[in-house]
Structure formats: C-alpha cells, structure tokens
C-alpha cells in the first residue's frame, strides 16, 4: 500500500472511529446528547469521544461478573487508555481518543480519575465526610467538566475552578434525586457524619422512615450543592458564546431536579423525582436562547 493510501486509511479509520462515538452517545446519553447539539461541530464531535469513554468506563463493570473480575477490565482500560496515549490505540474509541486529547491538550490524568471513580463504585459503599465525598464527586464528574473545558477552550485559569463546582453541583443533586435508588444496591453517598448530626440513622434509611430530621437533613444536602450551582455557573462568561449554551443547559437542567426535590419537600425515598419531557425541552429552549448572546466576565455571586 502507497503512502497516500495508508494516509487515505487512516482518514478513513479516524471518521469511523468519531462517528462510532458519535452512535454510542447518541444511543446512550439521552438529555446530553441533545445538550451537545448546541455546541460548533467540532467540539461536537469531540465531546462525543469523551461521553464514549465514560461509557466505556460504565460498560466495564455493568456486565455480569465478580468484584475481581471488573475490577481486573478497569485495569485492562487504564492500559489500553495507556497505550492510547503512547501511540497505539487499538480500538475505534481509543482512536478517537488519541486525536481528540492531541488536539485538545488533554491530560492522561483526568481520564484516569474517571476510571478510579468508576472504581470507587466497586470497592466503597459508605463515606464518612463529605470531604471523602467530594473526592468521588470530582472525579466521576468534576474531571469531566475539566475533559469538557478542554474541548470548550478557555484563557482564565479561573474558568478551570467554576467547572469544577458544576461538576460537583450536578452530581450532589444525582445524589440527592438517587437516595432511594442507591440504597437498593446497598449504596448510601450521604456522608456518614452529616447523618448522625441530624439525627437520622441508616437503619431508618433502610425503613424509608420520612421525618423531620430526615427533611433537614436533605435541605442540607440541597443547599450544599445550591451553593456549587453558584459557582459553577460562573463559568458561562468565560467560554465563547458558542460554547456556552452546552453547560449551561446541562447545569439548568439538574437545577431544575433540584427544585423539585425542594418542591417535594424532600421526599425522595417514596418518588423518584424528575423532569417531563416537556420540562426538560423548556429548559433547554430558554436556557439555549438566553445564553447565545456575547457576556462579559465577572467574578460576582
């Protein structure tokens, strides 16, 4: 084969690659995929590879198997994610991978604190602080603020610590929204001291027991990540407006839950709070509609 045709091939294999990311997220990301929309297409398309990856990351240890067993795959991704970045991609992902982290100025380390936050999933089930907690938080969705950043472009490193707080904000309400669905699997993202301070226990956890302490204690974990929202929001000014619609619809979208865990009046154990489709296109419409327009930077709260 000629050069001009190994070249041709591997054009070829990089589009195949970027439009089976493309499919994943699609497929799989649901109110993200149409978040992305909103993005120039290129950021688009590499925003795709690193919702395909996380992905990856979920499919690793949501197969049927052992403790030892997932934990083993997510040490067969790091390595591949390795070889990944040492030039050798050996999949249409990690393909995708290679040529979105080089344009982009990716580091490897936000990758791999995905994976060890996938991993966390496997080996703890408690947290004592929230200190412990936020841990996880930023890195199963603070690093993919970062990731997202990257792709985004920013000058001010400041832009950097507001999409930080995003991350965390959106996942203390995944959190918030999740207390019923994560106790089934035996699961409790509550820290452990914030619980005996209100007075609630685990086993009234258990019990779906729904009291005053347990209404306190959820109004605390509420206006903790209400106070992230505050920060994290702060990132719109320091994108291009044309990136900027994207988070902003996203951290919109779970401020809403928030809301309406509020509304509920935190009774999370005996509903599953959400939004409705028609909720969700409003939200996005108005959020896209106001966030187009050139803004300022400013450190305000």
Same mark, same amino acid.
């Given at each position: 084969?000629?050069?001009?045709?190994?070249?041709?091939?591997?054009?070829?294999?990089? !589009?195949?690659?970027?439009?089976?990311?493309?499919?994943?997220?699609?497929?799989?990301?649901? *109110?993200?995929?149409?978040?992305?929309?909103?993005?120039p297409s290129a950021q688009r398309r590499a925003i795709y590879v690193a919702y395909a990856f996380c992905r990856h990351c979920d499919d690793a240890v949501d197969e049927?198997?052992?403790?030892?067993?997932?934990?083993?795959?997510?040490?067969?991704?790091q390595s591949d994610l390795d070889r990944t970045y040492a030039g050798n991609a050996n999949s249409p992902v990690y393909v995708a991978l290679a040529d979105v982290a080089?344009?982009?100025?990716?580091?490897?380390?936000?990758? !791999?604190?995905?994976?060890?936050?996938? $991993?966390?999933?496997?080996?703890? *089930?408690?947290?004592?602080?929230?200190?412990? #907690?936020? @841990?996880?938080?930023?890195?199963?969705? =603070?690093?993919?603020?970062?990731?997202?950043? +990257?792709?985004?472009?920013?000058?001010?490193?400041?832009?950097?610590?507001?999409?930080?707080?995003?991350?965390?904000?959106?996942?203390?309400? *995944?959190?918030?929204?999740?207390? @019923?669905?994560?106790?089934?699997?035996?699961?409790?993202?509550?820290?452990?001291d914030e619980l005996a301070r209100f007075g609630y226990s685990e086993e009234e956890l258990w019990d779906g027991v729904f009291n005053e302490a347990f209404v306190e #204690?959820? @109004?605390?974990?509420? !206006?903790?990540?209400?106070?992230?929202? @505050?920060?994290?929001?702060?990132?719109?000014?320091?994108?291009?407006?044309? =990136?900027?619609?994207?988070?902003?619809?996203?951290?919109?979208?779970?401020?809403?839950?928030?809301?309406?865990? $509020?509304?509920?009046?935190?009774?999370?154990? =005996? +509903?599953?709070?959400?939004?409705?489709?028609?909720?969700?296109?409003?939200?996005?419409? +108005?959020?896209?509609?106001?966030?187009?327009?050139?803004?300022?930077? =400013?450190?305000?709260?």
């Amino acid at each position: 084969m000629s050069g001009r045709e190994l070249w041709g091939q591997a054009v070829t294999d990089l !589009q195949l690659a970027y439009e089976e990311c493309r499919s994943i997220t699609r497929r799989e990301a649901k *109110n993200f995929y149409y978040a992305f929309l909103t993005l120039p297409s290129a950021q688009r398309r590499a925003i795709y590879v690193a919702y395909a990856f996380c992905r990856h990351c979920d499919d690793a240890v949501d197969e049927v198997g052992t403790t030892e067993e997932k934990l083993s795959a997510l040490t067969a991704l790091q390595s591949d994610l390795d070889r990944t970045y040492a030039g050798n991609a050996n999949s249409p992902v990690y393909v995708a991978l290679a040529d979105v982290a080089g344009t982009y100025d990716i580091p490897q380390e936000y990758f !791999q604190e995905v994976i060890a936050g996938v $991993e966390s999933d496997l080996v703890k *089930n408690r947290y004592e602080t929230f200190e412990e #907690l936020r @841990r996880y938080c930023y890195q199963v969705a =603070s690093v993919v603020g970062l990731i997202c950043l +990257q792709i985004f472009g920013y000058k001010d490193p400041i832009a950097r610590e507001h999409a930080v707080d995003l991350g965390l904000a959106m996942q203390l309400t *995944n959190i918030a929204r999740d207390v @019923r669905e994560d106790l089934e699997i035996g699961r409790i993202y509550i820290p452990q001291d914030e619980l005996a301070r209100f007075g609630y226990s685990e086993e009234e956890l258990w019990d779906g027991v729904f009291n005053e302490a347990f209404v306190e #204690l959820m @109004r605390f974990q509420t !206006q903790r990540a209400r106070s992230y929202f @505050r920060s994290g929001f702060k990132l719109l000014p320091y994108l291009s407006y044309r =990136s900027r619609a994207c988070p902003a619809v996203l951290g919109q979208l779970y401020r809403k839950v928030l809301e309406h865990i $509020e509304e509920a009046d935190y009774d999370v154990l =005996s +509903q599953r709070v959400s939004l409705s489709t028609g909720e969700k296109l409003r939200v996005t419409a +108005q959020t896209w509609l106001t966030n187009t327009l050139p803004l300022l930077p =400013s450190t305000r709260g």
